[in-house]
């Protein structure tokens, strides 16, 4: 009986023993579990900052004048003001969209105008060398067309009848010795040479052909072509050396364009052309730059430089004016973004870096060469990031754009000592007014491109109503409302005393 009570009691202890484990092992983790929890949650925040980067921050969370949330900054983050944050949502519904930066071939066309002259390399003037008289014309008018070997015009000269005579004595002589002594044959070839020599210098050879007669030499034209100018009269007596016609071949033309003198160093010799006329406007005729003028032209500011084109069926005409568009732009990739990503303030040029969805980064640029559609970057973006390329905020909201843009030009921020400072202060920091809203009429859209308005008072600059002139941040904000409309605007103050106007629209009822 006793060994069964202590093996009762025994088992109630070993039970007792096991149910404290139990109770204080699931307390001790209960416990745990809030410790660390705590831990992950132990972060400090420090304040909160306008999602725009501007320069103010809250100690508890608000909403910027967009509506947009101030982001949370935490101890031991990042605390940039350069960076734009944007929920997802809002990036969708402004339309914002990116291109990578990216190596391409800048390829880029100068528009230039200039005129069609004839190819000095395809003409030729016919100058008889020795004096004589025309005798007959076979091309009598200017501008006629001719084919190489037609004949041109017959003259009779009495010094080339004797050479001629000489010529063709030396050669019987030289035929009736072919028995004689070599001496008298080397004596007969040497005269039968020098008349030869003679005639050869006179350019009688090429002037006539075997069967003319020899009385009379006819001149042939050399080249196909058109005649350009003929001073050859029948009967009339010419001196050596006198240009009787001139001949071109239209085949092959120079256009001789204008290039100012801020774009000659992007123009190559080589370059690829395309070349419009007025009287073909549906026809493009391609040529090639083969030569750039040593000389300025002091009064209108140009350098001349030659494209050469061909002239299919002589559609093209010496003296037509001609516009040419030029291929010009570096050989070889280079880094680019598209144009419509460069924010130019004039003093510097940024594009914005999309760091994440919903994050992006002002970054200043050096820019280099340009195309139409792209610009090359020398510094401040790397191959693959990605750039906005398109949307509405920016302009909606450019005062906001342009404080943030400042921060990074900033030589004095505030210290992240001094930031929790404000995080700490019992009251929170007045918001500093950016845009400011305005009603009135839009008066005229200046040829300037500023507009006049008759506004009403704006109680936030303290303004009476008066009619003022204003810029606009883009000329798009106008298209559509006409002059004398009811109208509701935005203004900032982009630099001290100027005031631009960043948002526009008619008001209901309005044109």
Known sequence: ???IVKIIIGALLLLGVASAGYWFGTHSNSASQPTSGAAKTERKLLYYRNPMGLPDTSPVPKKDAMG??????????DTSTTQLSISTDKVQKLGVKSEAAAMRELKRTLRVTGRIEINERHTYAISPKFDGWVEHLYVNTTGQVVSKGQPLFDVYSPELVSAQREHTLALQGLASLKDAGADAQASMQQLADASSARLKNWD???????????????????ISGVVLEKKAVQGMRFMSGETLYQIADLSSLWVIAEVNEQD???????????????????????GKLDFIYPTLNNATRTVQVRIEISNPKGMLKPAMFANAQINVGKSGKVLTVPSSAVIDSGNSQVVLVRLAEGRFEPRAVTLGSRSDNYVEVLSGVAEGEQVVTSANFLLDSESNLKAALSGMSTP???SQGEQTAQSKSP???KQTTVGHQAQGTLNTIND???????????PSLKWPGMTMDFALTNSSLVAGIKPGSAISFEIVERTPGEWVITKLQAQHGGH
């Open 427 to 429: 009251s929170p920091q």
């Open 448 to 458: 300037d491109g500023t507009v006049s308005i008759t506004h009403q008072a704006i």
């Open 412 to 414: 004095t921020q505030q």
């Open 264 to 286: 000659i160093a992007q123009v190559r010799t080589g370059s690829q052309a395309q070349v419009t006329v007025d009287a073909y406007p549906e026809r493009t005729f391609d």
């Open 68 to 77: 947009m949330d101030y982001v949370a900054v935490y101890e031991g983050e």
């Open 204 to 222: 009688i050879a090429s002037a006539t052909k075997q069967g003319d007669d020899p009385s009379r030499v006819t001149f042939r034209a050399p």
């Open 1 to 3: 009986m006793n060994s």
